[in-house]
Every structure is written in C-alpha cells, then in structure tokens.
C-alpha cells in the first residue's frame, strides 16, 4: 500500500484561556492510496482534528504531517473536504453550490463546455436531477448531503475526506447514500476518509476502520475489513465475517465510549 496521507507521531493541543484541551495524542496512521478508510471513536476525540490537519486548515502541534511524501504545508487544495457542519450557500441555487469548486480554479479549469457536462453528470449520480435550480433551504437534509457529496466529487479530487456526512440523517437514507457513496467510489482509484458512529456502517465501507480512545485521541485499535467488493450496504451485516469484525471493533471502542460521551 503506497501511503497518500501520513500521520507520524502527531498531538494537538488547543488553547481555550488558560484552558489545554488535549486533542490528539501521538497518532500514527497512513492512508493508503486508493484506500476507503473508516476512522471511528467517542465524541471529541480528535477525528474532526484529525481532517482539518489532512486539509491543511490547521497544523500539527508535534509531529510530522504528509501528503504523497511531502510535508503538508498550508491548505492541501488535492482534497475535498465534507464537513461535519453542513455548508451550502444559502443563497445559490443547487446547481450553483456544485459549480462552486469548479469556479475556483487550479486543476479545475475547464472549458464551458466540459464544467456543463461535468456538473450535469455530478447531479444526476447523486439523483439530484430535477432540482437544480432550488435553494439549500428548500431540500432535505438528505438531498442537501447529496448536494455536498456532487460538490465534493466534482472536481475529481484525489481524496475526500467526509466527516460523520449521513449523521444525522434516518436509518433507511443512510443505506441508500451509502450505496450511492460506494457506487461512486468503487473503481475509481480515489481515495477516501470516512469518519463516523456507526460501526456497521465503519465496516459497510471500509477497507479499514481505525478505532480512536476518547481525548486525548490516540490510535487504539485497526482492523483491516476483508468482505469481497462490490459490496451491498442492505445485506452486508449477514455476510460471515461480519459479525466478528463488529465483535471486535466493539469491544475496542466500548471501554472509550462513557468516558468520551461526557466531552
Ligand atoms: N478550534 C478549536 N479550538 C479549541 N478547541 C478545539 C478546536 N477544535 C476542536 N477542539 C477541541 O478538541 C477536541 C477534539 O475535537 P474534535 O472536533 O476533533 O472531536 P471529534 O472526535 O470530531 O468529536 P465529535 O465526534 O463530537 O464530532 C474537543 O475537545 C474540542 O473541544
Ligand atoms: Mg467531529
């Protein structure tokens, strides 16, 4: 496995007043090229940390941080981040949010002709067709996950990191994104970052699934997930296998989880 992302022996402390909240704690961890990767772990363990430093939006306290071999320094524009936080522009169109990256220039200027088709594409994997011209305001909140999922995949980025993005949307939505995210993801040698709750889901995608401890965050436990490809979000819990694997990841996290729940 080439490693894209590298994580070497990172902490992080934030400074609240007199307050040090320590939020990462000497973490080790590659992203493998091409990898779907699950990182899982008690609330305010440092997974949204460990995403805003691969993005490049804020750096390492100690440790050394790296992107295909090269230290990371300031915004990594070959990722597309989807925040925990949803972050549509209330005042563009569907449509418009998704052209946004496609307006920022770099690696993503194109021509009319191949921003059109693209866009066009994006929409309908997504099953957004039919919407373009509503306000985020007007869709649901799976429709406005959706929304940000094309807006992320639009301009090809090599990873994409999603921070919990089917959180808090029901049972059922949650299964039929997640089929449409591994669809998507399937075949295309990308990269991705996955972090979430949900074991099961965890498992669903991943080649691998990080358990994180509760603050400061460290690496507790990995389990490389190897249920055969392409795999079918709505049966794969029956699959054999699946149940140890959930077992296993279980009882690493379950020691964390009262601790991290009083965050
Ligand atoms: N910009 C910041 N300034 C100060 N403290 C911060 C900042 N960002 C995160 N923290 C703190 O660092 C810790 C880790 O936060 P982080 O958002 O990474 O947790 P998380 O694992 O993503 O949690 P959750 O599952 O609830 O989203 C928390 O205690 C949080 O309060
Ligand atoms: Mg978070």
Redesign the pocket.
């Known amino acids: 496995m080439t490693p894209i992302l590298e994580f070497h022996d990172i902490s992080k402390v ?1 400074f ?1 007043g007199s307050q040090q ?1 320590h ?1 990462l704690s000497q973490v080790t961890a590659e992203v493998g090229d091409g990898e779907l990767l699950a990182i899982v ?10 995403l805003n430093l691969a993005a490049g939006l804020m750096k390492p306290g100690t440790g050394r941080l790296l992107y295909r071999g090269h230290p990371l320094t300031g915004v990594n524009t070959e990722v597309a981040y989807i925040t ?1 936080k949803d972050n549509l522009l209330p005042w563009r169109t569907v449509e418009d949010n998704i052209a946004l990256p496609l307006g920022l220039g770099g690696r993503a200027r194109l021509g009319k002709h191949e921003r059109r088709e693209r866009l066009a594409r994006q929409i309908e994997l997504v099953g957004l067709s039919g919407f373009e011209k509503h306000y985020p305001s007007e869709l649901s909140g799976g429709m406005r996950k959706r929304a940000q999922l094309a807006r992320s995949l639009v301009y090809e980025p090599d990873v994409l990191l999603m ?2 993005p089917f959180g808090a949307l029901d049972a059922q939505l949650k299964l039929v994104l997640q089929a449409e995210l591994l669809r998507t993801w399937e075949g295309t040698g990308k990269t991705l970052v996955f ?1 979430t ?1 949900d074991l099961t889901e965890a498992i669903s995608l991943a080649d691998r699934v990080i358990v994180m401890s509760s ?1 400061p ?1 460290r690496i507790k436990a990995v389990e490389r997930i190897e249920l055969p490809r392409p795999r079918d979000p709505f049966t794969i819990r029956f699959e054999p296998g699946f149940g140890e694997y959930f077992d296993r990841l279980w009882s690493a996290l379950r020691e964390d989880i009262h601790q991290g729940s009083e ?1």
Do not use: M, N, Y
């Not at 772990?41 to 460990?50: D, F, I, M, Q």
């Open positions: 934030f609240k909240i939020a772990g008690p609330s305010g363990c440092g997974k949204s940390t460990l925990q921070d919990e972090v709750h603050r965050g965050a």
